[in-house]
């Protein structure tokens, strides 16, 4: 059997790429997303790869030729953040699944599974479980139940058009497993939070809403439901959690030392929306509004006619996710990435407390690696501005490719200053505070994304990584004095080429667009 998996990079992805690893019916897996992992890492290895975005108006052919010959699809692409792009999400989540649908009925694909939610249901003000029946209008107020409705309504045209698909709706509760740690806090708590001290020491009380409860999932459990549901030609929804249910003194007792301080609901509504808006909070408003009017699920129909069962509770999985978040656990892709960059070339580096050959002008040297640093600071600061300011553009595929490899090298960089005993260097802060300063240039349209910007941050980044090969090449000729074998810097070197040739056609279509009135530079095109 061979499967398609669109979105499989992310928390439900990687796990469904685990589970097909070890079914014996799945000979072939082509893995789809718009920003690629890296293919030789678990569990993206023995997979075939297709770089694609579901939201582009051209993905309809490549969807098409990526699921030729496929017996299978497993839909799990949904864009989460940026909230505040109502449009962008729309595109990726609910035009983008109509996409997959009518691209895998043209390639004949006649199994297909597809992740709904729980968010999807209409609210209700008991606990009482529903089964699949429950209406699905969403609840008013939160884009993401909002849009989830919206895809079941999706669903229900496909299927009224291809009565012969076999289309299963898995609708999860929240899913959890520890390497969605680092992705979790990005997407809610925000990468300031420090959840790193919850490995040390748990909070004395936990605030919490009053009313909160929530059903999970391993992301392990769901994996299994969505394979079971192609195997066996499953049709329908099917409601997946565990069978225990998270109230709020569970909650205390998992994350805290079980002591809960309860908050009304109704003042957090506003506090949250406020914090959101000033950029302190990536969770907006309508998370709240959503975990306090979905229903509890029944999940015995999985279980009857999937053959499913959870085995793992709900509160081990919760478990697992506060001990991926407070170790900042990740996966190689982008969307799991951990918290702290790991240095690919750490097996290379050398030991802690290297000395310098007396030959070698050890201070100039460090100086030069120290001032490479403090440029890489101010580089990632801008390319990472970048792919999140253009997030809704055909470029920002590169822009997030680049921006991984930019964070992934100053991690090396830095790893490798401390193996050399080199001190931090003091003009690193120097550096990212004047790359801020720098962004508040102004423009003909302020307030407003210019679409020069683009063009001239595009040639700021240029140089910069132009300035880095260099680096590299004069690190290269050094490398044995440092204790590094040169095939390290060869492959920075070969990656910095790679980079400019992404910056590269970032510039050709921005400066195609940036002044001519009748093109739309920022027209939305969005992440799959």
């Not at 799990?76 to 953040?81: E, K």
């Not at 440092?482 to 970032?506: H, N, T, W």
Request: proline share 6%.
């Amino acid at each position: 059997m061979r499967v398609a998996v669109v979105g499989a990079t992310g928390n439900a992805g990687t796990a469904v790429l685990r589970e097909l690893a070890r079914r014996e019916e799945i000979d072939s897996v082509v893995g789809i997303a718009r920003r690629l992992p890296d293919g030789d890492a678990e569990p993206f290895a023995g997979c075939e790869w297709r770089s694609l975005d579901i939201a582009g108006e051209d993905a309809a052919e490549g969807l098409e030729e990526a699921f030729r010959g496929a017996d299978a699809v497993i839909h799990l692409a949904w864009l989460i953040q940026p909230g505040s792009k109502r449009e962008l999400l729309r595109q990726v989540n609910v035009t983008g699944t109509a996409r997959v649908l009518a691209a895998a009925a043209r390639a004949g694909v006649k199994h297909i599974a597809v992740a709904s939610s729980v968010g999807a249901y209409s609210p209700v003000d008991d606990d009482r479980p529903r089964d699949e029946t429950w209406p699905t209008m969403g609840v008013p107020g939160s884009h993401y139940s909002e849009d989830k409705a919206a895809q079941e309504r999706v669903m229900d045209e496909f299927e009224a058009k291809h009565p012969g698909v076999c289309l299963a709706r898995i609708r999860p509760g929240l899913v959890f497993q520890g390497s969605a740690g680092s992705q979790i806090q990005r997407y809610f708590a925000g990468v300031l939070a420090p959840v790193q001290l919850l490995k040390h020491v748990r909070p004395p009380v936990l605030p919490l809403p009053k009313g909160v409860r929530a059903q999970a999932v391993h992301s392990d459990d769901v994996a299994r439901a969505y394979v079971e549901a192609i195997v066996r030609g499953a049709h329908g929804a099917y409601n997946v959690c565990a069978d225990d249910v998270l109230d709020a003194a569970a909650i205390a007792r998992i994350v805290g030392r079980g002591r809960l301080l309860p908050l009304p609901a109704r003042p957090l509504v506003p506090l949250i929306k406020a914090a959101n808006r000033a950029h302190l909070l990536p969770m907006d408003e309508g998370w709240l509004r959503m975990a306090l009017r979905v229903p509890l699920l029944d999940n015995s129909k999985a279980k009857r006619d999937l053959g499913w069962r959870p085995r793992t509770t709900a509160a081990q999985a919760l478990e697992e996710l506060i001990e991926g978040m407070s170790t900042g656990e990740g996966t190689a892709s982008v969307p799991m990435r951990p918290r702290r960059a790991a240095v690919a070339e750490s097996a290379l580096l050398p030991a802690e407390g290297h000395r310098i050959p007396d030959e070698i002008d050890g201070v100039l040297l460090r100086q030069y690696i120290a001032d490479h640093l403090s440029g890489a600071t101010a580089g990632l600061s801008r390319i990472s501005m970048m792919a999140s300011v253009y997030v809704d553009t055909p470029v920002f595929a590169q822009l997030s490719a680049v921006a991984e490899d930019v964070r992934q090298e100053h991690a090396f960089l830095q790893e490798l200053m401390k193996r050399q005993g080199f001190p931090r260097p003091a003009a690193a802060p120097a550096f990212w505070a004047g790359e801020r300063l720098a962004r508040l240039k102004p423009y003909s349209r302020p307030m407003k994304r210019s679409p020069s910007g683009l063009v001239l941050n595009t040639e700021l980044m240029l140089a910069a990584v132009t300035a880095k090969l260099h680096g590299w090449l004069v690190l290269r000729e050094h490398a044995t004095e440092l204790g590094v074998p040169a095939a390290a810097f060869e492959r920075l070197i070969a990656d910095a080429e790679r980079q400019l040739s992404q910056l590269g056609a970032v510039h050709e279509h921005a400066r195609e667009m940036a002044f001519r009135r009748h093109r739309e530079t920022f027209r939305p095109v969005s992440d799959s």
